[in-house]
Each structure stands twice: as structure tokens, then as C-alpha cells.
């Protein structure tokens, strides 16, 4: 139902909003009207759900304070303790983990260090095979008048260099370009002037064809597919693959 929709809507921007580092009157006045559209339509999940009676729930209750809490106190993030949590997750549980259960400190001190000794190796490596090596003079000037931004320099740290880019619109260059494509083997992987798909091998769903022509109301998917895979073993050109 459309209240139904509004009232979650409406509850998940009161929930984005608040995430918010920095609030103006304009924010906060947004903060109040998402939770005022929410009181407004949420007598429509208690209409659908059928098993609430009523929404005296503490944390509701809480998303009133939040609008003078803010103006007391500045903005929540500043209180989360999310950062830290992660950092000690990440620090100290993880490699105590990892060890023996016998002396916790010079076992997560050797832990980190072999851990930044292996992301350094692998930035190393990175580098060295990396293609981009033949820069001419100019992007070398600008490169030296240039600072790593903190995005970039946080994508460099959370994510492996030896990490592999796929060239899917490559893939789906050589597989157009078969005369004879496999008929068994359906392709996955195609593309438009500005788009690659590729689309996952292993499906979680497993349905028969019939079931999911009438699952998705699709009575001309079976011949549709046998004229595909009878142009493909023909080797004529298919509105799909051409």
C-alpha cells in the first residue's frame, strides 16, 4: 500500500538523515518532517503486518530526542563508537585470532607487523609490474605538483593492489566474434558501445524453464529459446547476438 511505502520511506531517511556529520536548520528541519511523515503513516504497517497492535517500542520512542539532542549536543556520529569498534576488530580481536591463545601482545604485535610487511610487498610487486611506467615529461611534472587525494589514498589501503580488473567488454569482443559459438554453452558475458554484462554462471535460484515461464508470466520463453539455440547451431545471426 502507498502509506505503507511512505511510512518506510520515510523512516529510513529520519535514519540516513541522522547519520548526517554536520546539521544546519534546513537538516534539521528535514530530520522532523521524516519523522513527522512517519507518525503520520504508520498506522499502515500495523494495518498490514496483523501481528503489532501498537508501536510503543523504546527506540521509537527515543527518535523523538533526536532532533534536541542534536541541537544540544551536535551531531550523533561524533558519539558512535563504530570506529573504534571496527579498529579493535580489526587490530586486536582478528590476530589474537589467529594465534595460539598464549601471549596475546607479542603475538598481535607479530601480526600486525607481518601483516604490513605482506601489504607492502604486494604495493611493491604492484608497482613493478604495472604498466603504466612510460609517462611522458608533462604527466611526470604534473604528477610531482600533485598530491594523492585522501580517497585515493584510502582506496589504496583498503584494497589489495594485486586485486585483477576483468576486461568483460574484451570477453564479450572475442565471444561475438565466433563464427561457430558453442550451443551447450550459452554466453554470459556481452556487451553495448558503453556497457559490459556479465552475468553469474552459478544462479542461486534453480528453476525448470516452464516454471519460470509461468513464474514470470512468459508463455513465449521455451520457443524463444529453441530459436535461439537453433540459430546458434545453424550459425545464423540472432537478434540477441548480433
Known amino acids: 500500500p502507498p502509506c505503507f511505502l ?8 529520519f535514519c540516513y538523515l541522522a547519520q548526517m556529520p554536520i546539521f544546519d536548520e534546513q537538516a534539521l528541519a528535514k530530520l522532523d518532517a521524516a519523522l513527522a511523515s512517519f507518525h503520520t503513516h504508520k498506522d499502515a504497517i500495523l494495518a498490514a503486518s496483523g501481528c503489532l497492535e501498537h508501536f510503543q517500542i523504546p527506540k521509537l520512542e527515543f527518535m523523538q530526542h533526536v532532533v534536541p539532542s542534536i541541537c544540544a549536543s551536535g551531531a550523533p556520529m561524533q558519539w558512535s563508537v563504530d570506529i573504534t569498534e571496527h579498529a579493535h576488530v580489526m587490530e586486536i580481536k582478528n590476530p589474537a585470532c589467529a594465534g595460539n591463545n598464549q601471549n596475546y601482545y607479542a603475538q598481535i604485535v607479530c601480526h600486525l607487523d607481518h601483516s604490513d610487511k605482506c601489504f607492502r610487498f604486494d604495493l611493491a610487486t604492484a608497482i613493478t609490474s604495472s604498466h603504466d611506467l612510460h609517462l611522458n615529461d608533462s604527466d611526470n611534472l604534473a604528477d610531482e605538483d600533485h598530491e594523492p587525494d ?34 551447450t554453452h550459452l554466453k554470459c558475458t556481452f556487451m553495448s558501445n558503453t556497457t559490459a554484462i556479465h552475468l553469474a554462471a552459478k544462479l542461486h535460484l534453480q528453476m525448470t524453464i516452464d516454471e519460470a515461464a509461468t513464474l514470470f508470466n512468459l508463455p513465449n520463453l521455451c520457443p524463444a529459446i529453441c530459436e535461439y539455440l537453433d540459430h546458434c547451431a545453424s550459425g545464423i545471426d540472432h537478434h540477441i547476438t548480433s
Open 150 to 183: 585522501d580517497e585515493k589514498a584510502h582506496t589504496l589501503f583498503y584494497h589489495s593492489p594485486i586485486w585483477k580488473i576483468v576486461n568483460y567488454f574484451k570477453i564479450a569482443e572475442a565471444l561475438a566474434s565466433e563464427r561457430s559459438p558453442n550451443v
Open 6 to 13: 511512505a511510512a518506510i520511506c520515510t523512516l529510513l531517511d
